[in-house]
């Protein structure tokens, strides 16, 4: 099971959403890049902050069969290449996204657990600094060009794809700050 699946952490709290079943209103206007860009080049630094925080010993701390805090913010690296790709497709003029790979296997056999964290942090921060250049690099038609997302079956801009994963970035933050509280 991964946290896409099933977020729920055990013990009191609100429910959360799934990842999975969540719905997005998407066609953003252009005028709404730079806020977007914004949260996109933002998350490293929210990342930091929030593990800073924490100890150590924390970080592998299992709670159920979810991801551990070290595995999503293995997660959030793994992802990396997928909003690179779907980036240049979508750039590329491709009709379609590729799609995800929903059983996130990446993640499970990565693990992520036995890497140090600064590794981790070090490593998700260069490769979102490598997506926010190519980001800050395009020029306003770039931002009316559309793709088929593969599994919400709706086109995306440039646009509406970095705010989908604002909100997975934020998805996992929030996740960690559960299993944070937990592990307290």
Do not use: C
Request: net charge negative; glycine share 6%; proline share 8%.
């Amino acid at each position: 099971m991964s946290d896409e699946q099933d977020v729920r952490a055990p013990g009191p709290g609100p429910p959360r959403r799934i990842w999975f079943e969540r719905k997005f209103e998407l066609g953003l206007p252009p005028d709404a890049f730079a806020d977007v860009l914004e949260r996109i080049r933002g998350t490293p630094a929210r990342l930091e902050e929030r593990i800073m925080m924490l100890p150590g010993e924390a970080f592998d701390r299992r709670f159920g069969e979810s991801w551990t805090i070290q595995e999503n913010v293995g997660h959030l690296l793994d992802l990396e290449p997928l909003w690179a790709g779907r980036l240049q497709e979508l750039l590329g003029g491709d009709e379609a996204l590729r799609p995800a790979d929903l059983e996130n296997r990446k993640t499970h056999e990565a693990e992520h657990d036995q890497t140090p964290m600064d590794e981790l942090l070090a490593a998700y921060r260069r490769e979102r600094e490598a997506i926010v250049r190519r980001l800050d690099a395009l020029v306003p038609s770039d931002l009316h060009r559309t793709a088929l997302h593969p599994r919400l079956l709706q086109p995306m801009t440039v646009v509406d794809l970095f705010f989908f994963v604002a909100e997975h970035d934020d998805h996992h933050l929030a996740r960690i700050g559960e299993l944070a509280k937990l592990a307290s």
